[in-house]
């Protein structure tokens, strides 16, 4: 669920806030535009295999990898 999600992805950032890092999703894992837009709520960057490919799953080039 997007609830689920957001609680992990919160969960991440603590276990890593002393390095205040940037958390990356890889959108091959999963494209679904639904989860997409939860994690780039929470702030994460993402991971993508073809830099082309961010306009398709409506990311910003600025947060891709």
């Not at 679904?32 to 490919?53: H, I, K, P, S």
């Not at 398709?56 to 990898?65: D, S, Y």
Request: with cysteine.
């Amino acid at each position: 669920s997007a609830e689920r999600l957001r609680e992990n992805f919160a969960a991440v950032r603590r276990a890593y806030r002393a390095f205040d890092p940037l958390i990356c999703f890889s959108v091959k894992s999963n494209s679904n535009l639904a989860v997409l837009d939860v994690l780039r709520a929470c702030g994460a960057g993402f991971e993508l295999a073809q830099r082309g490919r961010s306009r398709g799953v409506g990311i910003g080039e600025r947060w891709c990898f």
